[in-house]
């Protein structure tokens, strides 16, 4: 007697398909994650900071952007061309700004342009105020911000600066403001 033909090839075939399927998703489960450490809470906004009713914090104070304490001083790029980022200065010696506030950014931006107004808009009233404490001269806000690609991933954290200049190469400030 013959033996009828086997068809266990196609059958093997789906069965080995479907056990190398489950072992890749047993696998994609149970393979260990890379877990960042929790981010420790933001310090508290300085009292001279301008806020948005219901902004959202950044995530953590570790900011891919720059991003400075009130009253550290720095060279900033706009005014010194020999850097491309801002960098952190001592106060006693040359440079190009000083942080004077910590603004929030308000939530439901949606273009850059949006960003920069919300940050004058913020900054404007803590730059006056710092003005007028220092007894004249002429002096010009600028603004740190995230960009637009950083905000829309929760970053909402900006600094407020106050410097001497608007021009390359004009005069520095060569101690900190006065309070």
Do not use: F
Not at 43 to 72: E, R
Not at 78 to 86: A, E, G, Y
């Amino acid at each position: 007697m013959t033996q009828p033909a086997r068809r266990s090839g196609p059958l093997l075939a789906l069965a080995v398909v479907l056990l190398l399927t489950a072992g890749a998703v047993t696998a994609a489960l149970l393979w260990p994650a890379t877990r960042r450490p929790a981010a420790a809470p933001p310090p508290s906004p300085s009292p001279a900071a301008s806020h948005s009713p219901t902004p959202s914090p950044s995530p953590s104070k570790q900011l891919p952007y720059p991003w400075y304490p009130v009253g550290s001083c720095l060279d900033d790029p706009q005014l010194s061309p020999v850097i491309t980022v801002p960098q952190g200065q001592d106060c006693a010696t040359p440079h190009d700004a000083e942080a004077i506030g910590n603004p929030t950014l308000p939530d439901g931006l949606t273009k850059e342009s949006q960003l920069g107004m919300a940050l004058v808009k913020a900054c404007t009233p803590v730059a006056l105020a710092w003005e007028a404490k220092q007894g004249g001269g002429t002096w010009y806000p600028l603004q740190l911000e995230p960009s637009l690609a950083y905000y829309q991933q929760g970053y909402r954290d900006a600094t407020c600066l106050l410097a001497a200049s608007h021009a390359v190469g004009g005069p520095k400030l060569t101690a900190p403001l006065k309070q």
